[in-house]
């Protein structure tokens, strides 16, 4: 195993000094010498964070003195390196941005589905299973038949769930996304709309990749993750995919097969949409991360630009990166 463990986790339960709990979590952090993103907000938080066993279980420990947080439950997987750029403890109004007053996962949610459940309930006919991540996300890997909502972020979900239900809401949905907190706020939305029945995959894909045993998965693809790993595949090893420096987006193998793709400095998806200014420098980094190889060293230089700095608005399950360029 590798050293650096990765730890993705999140809850719901109200903070009433929110303030108090960041700079509890930071201390903490700071002095474990993790790296990663932590979310705080009158809801809860919500993060992810890498570093050394001892590290990771000293700052999950002081999470867990938390009001509320004692039954935090988390989910780990392993890097080979740091796949994070630093540490940031940010208070937000949501720990995962949906943006409807009301919509409260510490009230109601829908009912939870075991990952050892999960292929039956998908294979009733009556199920309408919704797949609630981004559309970069879906294209890295899904469960088959699941309904791709094609959003660019999760906010733009419950609009989309009102059109989708226009000619009638489903009486039977079922719900997933990475590591289930994006289902925690969709479901508790879905129960505000009296749909009649709402489930969803407890732990997310992530812990059906590791629950599962992958002759009996039902999982297509790989699931894109919110750091430097880009994807994982079953049993949460190390996926194929990898991201684009320039966009930060998914990179299949079709991908580098492209005439568009150019390491470092574009792909399929952001191709012709810098300026020749920033091609430069996306090209004289990679010419800099070429030369630190052939040296056998790793290139520290400087961190993506400010679209693909770890981002703030944490939309995914527990930090993102931004992902790509805006396409509009």
Known sequence: MSEIVVASFYKFTPFEDVAAVKARLQEAALAAEVCGTVLVAPEGLNGSIAGARESIDSVLDTMRALPGCADLEHKESAAESQPFYRLKVRLKKEIVTMGVPGVDPNRSVGTYVEPEDWNALMADPDVVVIDTRNDYEVRVGTFPGAVNPEIGTFREFPDWFEQFSKCGAPAKVAMFCTGGIRC?????????????????????????????????????????????????????????????????????????????????????????????????????????????????????????????????????????????????
């Open 184 to 328: 925690e706020k969709a479901t508790s939305l879905l129960r505000s709309l009296n749909v009649p029945e709402v489930y969803h995959l407890k732990g997310g894909i992530l812990r059906y990749l590791e629950t599962v045993p992958e002759a009996e998965s039902r999982w297509q693809g790989e699931c894109f993750v919110f750091d430097q790993r880009a994807a994982l595949a079953h049993g949460l090893d190390q996926g194929s995919h990898e991201l684009c420096y320039a966009c930060r987006n998914p990179v299949s193998a079709a991908d580098k097969a492209s005439d568009k793709y150019r390491a470092g400095v574009s792909c399929p998806h952001c191709h012709g949409l810098h300026s020749p200014e920033k091609l430069a420098s996306f090209e004289e980094r990679q010419r800099q991360i070429d030369l630190a190889r052939r040296r056998g060293e790793r290139h520290i230089g400087a961190q993506p630009s400010a679209r693909a700095a770890a981002s703030a608005d944490a939309d995914g399950d527990a930090l993102r990166l931004p992902v790509r360029v805006d396409h509009g």
